[in-house]
């Protein structure tokens, strides 16, 4: 997933209100972005730390910078959670996920279950269907290996029962964790942050779910997804 244009560099004052930043940038100035993160992004939100920023031309919006990656000093980490369906979706439509190959449409945001959509929809014109959730990870607390989530995430164990249910249906159903970082060789599920998601996981697995981890390449031009994660219980 490549930006329109190449990205800001800033200095990050605060996060706030969730979906607030104030970010001071290389000339001085002080502007407010938003932070398209609902998580607790901890770890990515100290005073201090180098920040990117894209800059919208769009009249209607309210705020004209988003916050897309912060420089931890060791990686970059990209903290926006719009733009991992996308970048997924580009790498499964270039073959670079082998996992998820073979396949002859791709839609996304496509409605099922209760009241959901499913980030991925792919099919078969035999009629198979794969369903794939994405989501996005951004936490590390121990050396080169992320976790997922950040915060207790009540939505997410509802995608992991409808995922079930698609494979109870005869569909293929799989859990995508995205690594918008690249610091890291392995992957494991954050049971002390929020044990109820841990649990519908492992559930969701023995129902047939499969897991699958990747992480990214980050850039001020771009994302992109780089190479299989190994995944530790």
């Not at 979906?19 to 502007?31: A, H, Q, T």
């Not at 912060?70 to 719009?82: E, H, K, P, Q």
């Not at 918008?180 to 049971?191: E, N, V």
């Not at 699958?212 to 997804?225: M, P």
């Amino acid at each position: 997933m490549k930006f329109p244009s190449p990205l800001i560099k800033g200095t990050l004052i605060k996060r706030y209100k969730r979906f607030l930043s104030d970010i001071e940038l290389e000339n001085g100035e002080v502007v407010t972005a938003h932070c398209a993160n609902s998580g607790s992004m901890m770890g990515l939100k100290e005073p201090g730390y180098g920040v990117y920023l894209s800059q919208s031309d769009n009249p209607k919006r309210k705020l004209k910078y988003s916050w897309e990656l912060v420089d931890t000093g060791s990686a970059l980490v990209g903290i926006n959670t719009s733009h991992p369906n996308k970048i997924v979706a580009e790498a499964i439509s270039a073959g670079q996920i082998p996992e998820l190959t073979g396949y002859d449409n791709l839609r996304p945001e496509v409605k099922y279950g209760q009241n959901s959509r499913i980030d991925i929809l792919l099919e078969k014109s035999s009629g198979e269907k794969c369903y794939v959730e994405v989501k996005n990870v951004t936490l590390l607390r121990e050396e080169g290996c992320a976790e997922f989530p950040d915060a207790v995430t009540s939505r997410g164990t509802k995608h992991l029962q409808e995922l079930s249910e698609m494979v109870n249906q005869g569909h293929r159903a799989v859990m995508f964790y995205l690594v918008q970082r690249d610091d890291s060789t392995q992957f494991k599920i954050a049971g002390d942050i929020d044990p109820t998601y841990s649990d519908a996981l492992k559930k969701a697995q023995k129902s047939g779910v499969e897991v699958i981890c990747y992480d990214c390449k980050l850039s001020a031009d771009e994302i992109a997804v780089h190479k299989l994660v190994q995944i530790i219980t």
